[in-house]
């Protein structure tokens, strides 16, 4: 008997997780995950067995007549996500796939609680798979674009195109605010990844621009007045005011709020 059967016959074979004599936490033949863990190269052969059962499962439950490969991929990626079962809840969205609309695949997807919960992982997906991502970039690209100089109206130029009746038009608004939002959670998620960065210049660039607003602020509201009653003869500088409102309400993730309005039509 050489060393691999002895090894099984000793530690004997566990698909799942669970604890040792030794209290250490352990999978398969023996495997001491506490110590020894899974390396790169072990973590890209389960991720290759678990994307090929992903797409197996894909395969069988959904029909992909009207899908290529990148298309396939949007599947998979949910379904390495969510599972093959919480997959199949987005039955609109298989739906408009099994009939060839990705416009509205990606809408079905949009208008979800995972796009909430993972709105990275859905622009990120929006940004690498073909046809069914020129779906999603369509409503989200302009949206996000930071060369976009008017979202709303890209929003609701595109979606105008797609809805007309009054139910439609209704769902219509509904989707705009929930894209409204979706940009403060994506936004939300740089902050983050901006924050932790080992350049001061990096992370320190929105505590940099929040207090030279609050200093700008300062000036104006307390300090600019009482030189004005001391000495009236003399002008001050004028501060652009409306910009840093504007982009320290953006900082606070407050901008949202003025972005409603502009959906609803209060302001402009």
Request: include cysteine.
């Amino acid at each position: 008997m050489n060393i691999v059967e002895q090894l099984k016959k000793h530690e004997g074979y566990r698909r799942y997780p669970y604890y040792c004599t030794e209290g250490r936490l352990t999978i398969g033949f023996g495997r001491n995950l506490d110590d020894a863990g899974v390396d790169e190269f072990e973590a890209e052969q389960l991720l290759a067995n678990d994307i090929e059962n992903a797409r197996a499962a894909v395969r069988r439950r959904i029909s992909l007549q009207h899908c290529n490969e990148p298309q396939q991929a949007v599947l998979v990626n949910m379904a390495f996500n969510l599972g093959i079962t919480g997959l199949l809840g987005f039955k609109k969205m298989i739906q408009a796939v099994e009939s060839g609309d990705f416009q509205q695949a990606a809408l079905e997807m949009l208008n979800s609680r995972w796009a909430n919960q993972v709105p990275v992982r859905v622009s990120r997906i929006g940004e690498t798979n073909a046809v069914w991502g020129m779906a999603i970039m369509s409503l989200l690209g302009d949206f996000f674009s930071a060369q976009t100089v008017a979202p709303i109206e890209a929003v609701g130029k595109i979606l105008d195109e797609l809805f007309t009746s009054d139910e439609e038009m209704l769902q219509q608004e509904t989707l705009k605010a929930r894209m409204v939002a979706k940009q403060a959670q994506i936004q939300a998620e740089i902050n983050k990844v901006q924050a932790a960065h080992r350049s001061v210049f990096v992370a320190g660039a929105r505590p940099f621009l929040m207090w030279v607003c609050g200093f700008g602020f300062l000036f104006a509201f307390v300090i600019n007045p009482i030189l004005q009653w001391l000495w009236p003869e003399h002008g001050t500088p004028v501060l652009p005011l409306d910009v840093m409102m504007e982009l320290t309400l953006g900082m606070l993730g407050l901008a949202g709020l003025r972005t409603v309005e502009k959906i609803k039509g209060v302001s402009k």
